[in-house]
Every structure is written in C-alpha cells, then in structure tokens.
C-alpha cells in the first residue's frame, strides 16, 4: 500500500473526471426521481380509481426489479422499440424510474403524516385545495421527508457505480480500469472511496442545511458551527 | 421574495436543462454501422495485456489491432469502455458493431453472437509466490484448494472441469471462486483466499512483470488452443466478412506479426 500512488490517483484527471460523472449522474438522476415521486405520491392519494393502481403497478414494477436490470433494458432494449438514447440519458433515465418508486413512498408517507385536522382547518379558514397544499401540508411534510430522503441520495450515490456496465466512465469503473493495468487494487479503490466520502459529505451538509432552513424553530437560534450542524442533523432530538 | 423565487426557479431549470442537452441523442444508424463513419467496438478494458487504460488512455494488444484493422477499412475507431457483463447485450441492442474484448470462443457463446477469431492464447497456473500450497500445476495438486478465476472466462471452465476430475479421482473438490475481473482474482491470491489462479499466458506475463514480487506461475502452460476473437452480431454476415478481409490484410504485410512481437507474446499465439 502506497499513500503516495493513492494520492496521486487522487489527483489525477481520469478520477476527477469519474467524480464528476459520478455527481452529474446523482444530482440528475436524484431530481427527476423526487419529480417523479412527487408525481406518483400524490396519485396514490388521488380520488381517481385509475391513480393509485397506475401508482401500485410503477412501484411493484420498478422495486420489484434490479435496477441493474432496468439500466440494461433501457440501453438495450429500448433502442428496439425506435427510442435510443445516449448512454448518459439511459443511466438518468433508469436511476430516476427506479428512484422514483423509492421516493414515492418516502412523499408519501410525508404527506400522510400531517393530520387530516390540519386540512379541515385549512379549509375553514377559507384556503383553497392548492393554498391548503401549499401553506400547510408540504411545509411540514418536507421537514418529515427530509432524512430519509437524505439516506436515498446517498445510497443513489453508490448505486450510480451500476451504470459502468453500459459505458459510462464512472468513478468506480476508472478506478477499476486504473487497478487493472497496475495491478495497485487498494490503491485505486482507496482513491475512489476518498471521493466517494467527500461526495457524501457535500450531500451530508446539504441535508443539514436544508432541514435547518425548512425549520422554522432552528431558524431562529443562532447559528451553530458546521461540525455541530452536522452532529444534530443526525442525532435525535 | 421576488429574487429568491426567481433564483430557485433558475437553479431548477438549469438543473434540467444541464441533464437534458449533455447527452446528444445518437445519429440515426445505418443497416450495417451503429455510426456511419465509425467502427464502435465495445471493450472491457480491465483485462491487461489485451485492454486496459494507460495514464487515461486506452491501450493493449486489442486495441492496437482494432486500430490498424480500420485503417484498412476506411473507419475510424470508436471505442466504448464498459464492463465484460454489459459486452454481449450491447451488441445485440445494435449499441456496437464489435465486440474486441479478447472474447474466448466457446459453444454456449457462439450461439449468441459471431466470431472471427485472431488469436490462440493459452493458461497458466498462478500462485503466491513461493508457491505455499505446493501446487505443481494443473493437475491434482490442485484437489481440495481454493482456484480464483474471472467469472465467465475460460479459465472458469476449466477450472470446473478440473474440479469434475478431482471428484472422478475420488480426491477433495475444487472450490472455484469467481471474480469479476483478472486483477481480483490476483488479489485474491495475493490476500492467500485463493491458493491458486488460473491464467491466461500474456496475462500472466503481465501480472508477473508488474508484480513478481508477489505471484509465481508453476507447471507448464496448458490448453494453448484456446481461440478468442471479435464477436459480431449473429448473422450480420456482412461485418464479419470486412473483418476476415481486414485480418488478412494486416497479416499479408506483416502488422500482425509486429503487434505479436511489440506486446512480446509468445510466437505460438499466431493462428495464421
């Protein structure tokens, strides 16, 4: 094991650029999966009879299959049916589709955490079922949502290393090809789980910071140094 | 806020914009060409000496062949870097037009795709150096002990056919562990998980040069008829044709024989 080689892969362009591939791929694939849960949440809710079967059949379908599987049938299959996209758009396109389901429940469950009362009280009040949405449930809901939408970006993160298999130059596998001609495997590996936890700890600060902003009570105190953001965003309180 | 609302709605449109203008949609393709112009051959580049990458770049044995193979053909070369697992469906899902990936031919993949094959390698029997276990080579030596080997390579074969052998000579069986890649398997055998692994002979060559610190070969090389070659969709005729033509081209004025001698393989490795 050689820091030196670690650090120098660190360094070098071909890993830079599978971080940044890695990132482009979980921040685009992250927000049409929160698009499309959004989407599905709220048609599970929704009062038409033909909402919330299309919503159970989506789910069951896209967590019901690997989503290697659902990278591969979209890159090669799909071109069959006359829809052929780049390797980057069907990396997208499948993580999304398939984050979407995880997301869904995740909304879901946001949204049925404010109490019907809530609603009602809304709507004494004269709001309409937008303005009710708006004003009432999603400020809270978002709050509720937050962590374990914290635990799914993360975890897309890694999963963003299955779309090596239809070409696209993603950190693990530059780390994998890096390792392959020199035969240094922990060096190689070590260098991309360094830009692998310093992804996670961008997205980690994020996530602390957004609950802090959706919260109006955190707001108001004053601020707290990052490591102490960082502490209370993950420990009960 | 008029301000703050208008920079989320920014942030989120160029958010969208930045996913959806990066990739291009590829050109319409032609019958034979998955772009007209282009040979897009498909590559697993973690397989040294035949493909890997080099400061960014690839390079190998496959990848200085398939070069000067569409020089003669008029195409330029457009490689795609992925994993082995994703090589055979790629080139069924017209992603490809090739495979160069120093595929192995055998029946169970010929009935999937086309081969036109150039090269004959054959194996060897890594181990740790010192050679621990006291394994004398492919033989029944090897009954009882741990054999790394890259899934779905010939080498997994045969070392489940060595394992038949060991049980037919009422010895211990082999217990055969497939990894994903040569280099964990090396690793492996590196880390004493494996006590052997099997090889191919410019692989080997390779690992030993990198790391002869760490690994031996012992016993003499074995099944040296293995054939490997580009695969070509089933049926597509048309591409394997050019490709046979092409071959034998570059071995009538002698760039076959060069690339040979420039990655050192052994003279035997030549099926022309």
Known sequence: ?237 | MPKKTFLRRYATVSLAALCLSLPLLSQAATPSLVTPGQLTYGTAATFMPFEFTQNGQLTGFDIDLITALSKKLALKPAPMSMEFKGLIPALQGKRLDIINSAMYINPTRAQQVDFVPYLKIGSRVIVAKGNPEKITGRDLSLCGKNIAVTLGGIEESQARADNQKCLDAKKSAINVLTFPAATDSAVAVAQKRADAEYLSTPGAVALLSEKGDTFETTGPEFEAETHIGFAVRKGDTEMKTLLETGLNDLVADGSYQKLINKWQFPASVSIF
């Open chain 1, 1 to 237: 094991m050689s820091l030196d080689l670690v650090w120098q892969y660190l360094l070098s362009p071909a890993f830079f650029q599978g971080a940044v591939m890695t990132l482009l791929i979980t921040v685009c694939s992250l927000f049409f999966g929160v698009v499309m849960g959004l989407v599905l949440a709220l048609l599970q809710e929704s009062r038409f009879r033909a909402g919330p079967v299309l919503a159970f059949f989506y789910l069951w379908l896209f967590r019901g299959t690997p989503v290697l599987f659902q990278i591969i049938f979209v890159y090669n299959v799909l071109p069959s049916f006359g829809l052929r996209f780049s390797a980057f758009t069907c990396a997208v396109m499948a993580l999304s589709l398939n984050e979407g389901a995880y997301m869904a429940e995740i909304l879901r469950s946001g949204l049925q955490a404010v109490r019907s009362g809530q609603r009602t009280a809304g709507m004494a009040l004269g709001m309409t079922q937008g303005q009710i949405m708006r004003k009432i449930v999603l400020p809270q809901a978002a709050r509720i949502v937050l962590p374990p939408m914290g635990n799914q970006m993360i975890s897309m993160l890694k999963s963003s290393a299955l779309v090596s298999v239809i070409a696209v130059q993603e950190l693990l596998l530059i780390a994998n090809q890096t390792a392959s001609a020199s035969f240094r495997y922990f060096e190689a590996l070590c260098a991309a789980g360094i830009y692998y936890l310093a992804l996670t700890t961008v997205f980690m600060i994020g996530q602390a910071w957004l609950e802090r902003a959706l919260d109006p009570k955190k707001r108001k105190k004053p601020a707290l140094s990052l490591t102490e953001r960082l502490l209370r965003s993950s420990s009960p309180q």
